[in-house]
């Protein structure tokens, strides 16, 4: 049997979803609790349980990653679908609403995906230094994972302000878009996986001078994902 979680981790898991606020989260919690016991039941080791969970998406995030308050971070049911759509397509590209957990959501997937069984080089695109939401997220869900910090940190990896790299060879770069010199700081940068935060504020141009390229080199399958909030007065060319 796996022994990966103290029985306060365990019971941190079921008191939130027996305290979540509404019918759909609730079940949502619920259901991605019943897989995590199953699992728990099932696996014979620590190894074999991890395998387990990184397979199943919602699982793996509320068994490894924490918020702020160093609970389980439970996904919401919207979360859990564009995560599904993440692993079916490989362009994907969301407007949302404000404050519902969009930057959350890519920061998970973003070391869901670099923990993974192979490496990954991940690069982070934000608007202005002020909004690297999303690197700044991934950076402290390693630091409060205590297993994820033990067995992808460890000794050889490192985490900064920059860069994540893990023991496993998995990368993530954090790059500053810059939008009054139209991203040339960032021109020339390279990755499998691009994401891009507050996509809102980018210009097309940028889009497709800077980021898109990206996308062109035929060294690697690519991944971009997308996020941002409708606003056509900060970019009217969004399209």
Not at 82 to 100: D, G, H, P, Q, T
Not at 118 to 131: D, G, S
Not at 169 to 177: D, F, L, V
Not at 221 to 238: A, C, Q, V
Request: positive net charge; proline residues 5%; contains cysteine.
């Amino acid at each position: 049997m796996p022994t990966l979680f103290e029985p306060k981790r365990i019971a941190d898991m079921k008191s939130i979803v027996k305290n979540s606020i509404t019918p759909i989260q609730f079940e949502t919690r619920k259901a991605t609790y019943q897989r995590f016991r199953h699992y728990i039941d099932v696996c014979e080791s620590d190894e074999e349980f991890y395998a387990k969970a990184w397979n199943d998406f919602p699982v793996w995030r509320a068994a490894f990653i924490n918020d702020d308050s160093n609970n389980p971070l439970f996904p919401a049911k919207w979360q859990i679908e564009y995560a599904e759509l993440m692993a079916r397509r490989k362009y994907v590209w969301a407007m949302c609403s404000r404050k519902i957990g969009k930057s959350t959501l890519l920061a998970v997937k973003n070391l869901h995906d670099m923990c993974g069984f192979a490496p990954r080089r991940i690069v982070c695109f934000a608007p202005t230094l002020k909004q690297d939401y999303v690197f700044d997220k991934m950076n402290k869900y390693m630091k409060n994972s205590p297993y994820l910090d033990e067995v992808f940190i460890g000794s050889k990896g490192a985490l900064t302000k920059l860069e994540i790299e893990l023991q496993n060879g998995s990368t993530c770069q954090n790059k500053t878009i810059g939008l009054q010199n139209k991203g040339e700081w960032v021109r020339g940068e390279y990755g499998d996986t691009v994401t891009v935060d507050e996509v809102q504020k980018i210009e097309k141009s940028v889009m497709r001078q800077i980021i898109f390229p990206i996308l062109a080199d035929a060294y690697s399958s690519k991944n971009m994902r997308m996020l941002g909030t409708p606003n056509p007065f900060s970019n009217p060319e969004l399209e």
